[in-house]
């Protein structure tokens, strides 16, 4: 799945690389992620402040692919 730049969805397959936007709680905007683990997408596994096994959080963004 190409998920540049796509919004975070549940019981969707995700591969590393795949980028997503998702909203943390009550904050304005939504926050960068980047896949690093194949998996199924559950609220269990859903990406959090700070990143964790699944997703990679980015705070400022994503860095420009060269």
């Known amino acids: 799945m190409d998920a540049l730049s796509s919004e975070w969805r549940r019981d969707v397959q995700y ?3 795949d980028r997503v936007a998702f909203k ?17 997408s559950t609220v269990v596994n859903q990406p959090v402040a700070g990143g964790n096994l699944f997703w990679k959080h980015y705070p400022r963004g994503f860095p420009r692919r060269v």
Not at 24 to 40: K, N, P, S
């Open 24 to 40: 943390l709680g009550d904050t304005l905007g939504v926050a960068a992620f980047e896949c690093l683990r194949a998996h199924i």
């Open 15 to 17: 591969l590393p690389g």
